[in-house]
């Protein structure tokens, strides 16, 4: 799980063309810990889901879903 959600953080990230650096500022947690995050290492993403889905605009089925077509139709609507 830990891995699907730090491969579906780093596209969102991605999509908004932000660094970790700036999505941790975002978050208010290190960058450091928004890597391991994204790396799949740490499981403290659960402690951000709120933050995480204001942030992303995605909902918590949204980031736990295995196919990321939910996170690139988010990508189209906020176009």
Do not use: P
Not at 20 to 27: A, K, N, R, W
Not at 46 to 67: D, Q
Request: hydrophobic share 30%.
């Amino acid at each position: 799980m830990n891995k699907i959600i730090g491969d579906k953080l780093k596209m969102l990230r991605k999509q908004k063309g932000w660094s970790q650096e700036e999505t941790s500022d975002y978050l208010a947690i290190s960058q450091s810990a928004y890597a391991r995050i994204e790396n799949g290492v740490s499981h403290s993403w659960a402690n951000h889901l709120e933050k995480i889905g204001e942030v992303f605009s995605v909902t918590l089925e949204e980031l736990v879903k295995k196919e990321t077509s939910d996170c690139k139709d988010n990508k189209q609507k906020q176009l």
